[in-house]
Nanobody, 128 residues
């Protein structure tokens, strides 16, 4: 059974940094896209960064240059380094994954409904 567990959320002052971790198990890790999404109170969930099965990544405009996604394939763990945090980054952050086969692999990775595995979320708060 697939499981994603996030760690590393917290509260920082604006301009600070946090590192989120997502430990994955129970499915073919890395076989398809994975991503970090976030949801602020009263807003829809949005994609932050995605990583494709070949290791390439894409960032939302709002975080490009401040956030970095990395992974340790030996540990089946995805990381999100968040620097220069802003109050508008405050949200619940979710790790997501999927493991489709065939020609659907790496398709529509920015869409929320692409993902069938989700973590429980970790809260990130950046205060001014």
């Amino acid at each position: 059974q697939a499981r994603l567990v996030e760690f590393g959320g917290g509260s920082v002052q604006a301009g600070g940094s946090l590192r989120l971790s997502c430990a994955a198990s129970g499915y073919a890790y890395g076989s398809d896209c994975m991503g970090w999404f976030r949801q602020a109170p009263g807003k829809e969930r949005e994609w932050v960064v995605i990583v494709y099965s070949d290791g390439s990544s894409a960032y939302a405009d709002s975080v490009r240059g401040r956030f970095t996604i990395t992974q340790d394939n030996a540990k089946n763990t995805l990381y999100l380094q968040m620097n220069s945090l802003k109050p508008e980054d405050t949200a619940m952050y979710y790790c997501a994954a999927t493991a489709r086969g065939g020609r659907n692999r790496n398709m529509d990775c920015w869409r929320i409904n692409t993902y069938n595995y989700w973590g429980q979320g970790t809260q990130v708060t950046a205060s001014s």
